[in-house]
């Protein structure tokens, strides 16, 4: 929860090629005072049935910016898996681990008393992110 003093930040994660919620995603927050501050691990969570990540840590007084660091492999990978049980994969990214992006980091600025909920939309070969509310 923000207050006058810090920001408040929550996030969620949308399986695009399936349109449903990405569940199981570890999710790591960072916050640093200043564009050339040292990165602070706060601690983290993971994406719920919902694809919802509601108790990340508050962010300290001071922090202006925020990065999000998703961990996408396992969850991809556990997904292939799941669907080879059905077919075999044919799908083939270049990558040697059958995931392109094994990671999303995120970074934004954030104001004091703001709350900040970042979306992600996520399919096996790219992701987008916005603002929401």
């Known amino acids: 929860m923000s207050t006058s003093t810090t920001a408040s930040v ?4 949308l399986d695009t090629s399936v349109g449903r919620p990405a569940e199981g995603v570890a999710v790591q927050l960072a916050a640093r005072s200043g564009p050339l501050g040292e990165w602070q691990p706060l601690g983290g969570s993971a994406t719920d049935a919902d694809g919802r990540c509601k108790d990340l840590p508050a962010p300290p007084e001071g922090t ?3 990065r999000l660091d998703f961990a996408v492999e396992p969850y991809f990978e556990k997904k292939q898996a799941d669907a080879q049980q059905d077919a075999p994969a044919n799908r083939d990214s270049g ?4 995931v ?9 600025a954030v104001k ?8 992600l939309l996520l399919n096996p070969f790219g992701y987008s992110v916005y603002r929401g509310s």
């Open 112 to 119: 004091p008393g703001e709350h900040y909920h970042v979306p």
């Open 95 to 98: 990558a040697t681990t059958g």
């Open 100 to 108: 392109f992006f094994p990671e999303v980091a995120i970074t934004f």
């Open 10 to 13: 929550s996030t969620h994660i």
């Open 64 to 66: 202006t910016h925020v």
